[in-house]
């Protein structure tokens, strides 16, 4: 029995860019196609909670600036 050879089975596509790409984009489209991506405004909306969080404890929490200046010597 012969072993496979893989290196004679090789797909070449014709055309390798991706159809949902476009060769000649802008700038602009580039950048809103960035900023309507679903996984980015997941990520913006996470971190937007976490910053409001965050400010909300400083202003609620009198001594948590000044924990947090401290904990920011050890990172």
Do not use: W
């Amino acid at each position: 029995m012969k072993p496979a050879s893989f290196s004679s089975n090789r797909l070449y596509l014709a055309d390798p860019a991706d159809a949902r790409i476009f060769r000649h984009a802008t700038a602009r489209k580039r950048v809103a196609a960035i900023l309507t991506n679903r996984e980015f405004l997941v990520l913006l909306i996470i971190c937007g909670v976490g910053l409001l969080a965050t400010t909300v404890l400083s202003v609620a929490a009198p001594g948590f600036a000044v924990s947090f200046t401290s904990l920011q010597q050890f990172l």
